[in-house]
């Protein structure tokens, strides 16, 4: 990155209002950068998203075949656990007054306070590339993008046919998508439970999932 483009670029939409800032956004000095890196000279690629129309085309493309999706509802943030790398865009609705659309890298969660009964839901914490620790509210979001590997893609075994019960768990097939059976519980208490578990949520979540190679005749 040349210094022309970097003068060329104006980031306004990565503006961040000390004054809103519980903490300071301290980077932590343990953080190592890429010998290529020049704080004078470089521009993220936070700011070239937000700045660059065709760059963003490109990077979205990019990232989006490199395995990452945007999960269907931004509350499930809340299901992944702590380490786990994301981006997001805010939907401007925050006191910051950050444009709707804005583009964040994000960085890896810490996960939420569970301490704080009545707002552990609302918020996560998070550590930037920079090593800085951020809070981001879940009503701030407009579109959340999580890695999915193809270890992590849910699978299931078809339901035995053999074994029908009025307790029939659904999920949209993301080829046909129609809402399609994958599990016949027991009972309703096996239903809810099987609903709970977190391979069930993250299928929903990233709307992707297969059947399992064993039974599937």
Avoid at 3 to 32: E, G
Avoid at 53 to 60: A, D, G, L, P, R
Avoid at 140 to 166: A, Q, R, W
């Amino acid at each position: 990155m040349n210094k022309s483009l970097n003068k060329s670029i104006v980031p306004k939409a990565d503006y961040i209002r000390n004054d809103l800032q519980m903490y300071p956004h301290i980077q932590d000095p343990k953080t190592k950068h890429d010998t290529r890196y020049d704080p004078d000279t470089y521009v993220s690629v936070q700011t070239r998203v937000n700045n660059d129309s065709k760059f963003e085309k490109m990077y979205i493309s990019k990232i989006v075949a490199d395995g990452w999706v945007s999960l269907k509802n931004v509350q499930d943030i809340l299901i992944f656990p702590k380490g786990r790398s994301f981006k997001y865009r805010l939907n401007g609705d925050s006191l910051a007054g950050t444009p709707e659309g804005t583009f964040r890298s994000g960085g890896w969660l810490m996960g939420r306070n569970i301490e704080d009964k009545d707002n552990n839901d609302k918020y996560v914490m998070y550590k930037g590339y920079n090593g800085a620790i951020f809070s981001l509210q879940i009503k701030d979001l407009l579109e959340v993008y999580v890695k999915s590997s193809k270890k992590e893609v849910p699978v299931f075994k078809k339901p035995d046919l053999n074994f029908t019960t009025n307790y029939a768990v659904y999920l949209q097939d993301p080829e046909t998508e129609r809402q399609t059976i994958i599990y016949y519980a027991k009972d309703e208490y096996h239903r809810r439970r099987f609903v709970n578990s977190v391979k069930y949520k993250k299928a929903q979540a990233f709307g992707m999932w297969t059947w399992s190679v064993v039974f599937n005749s």
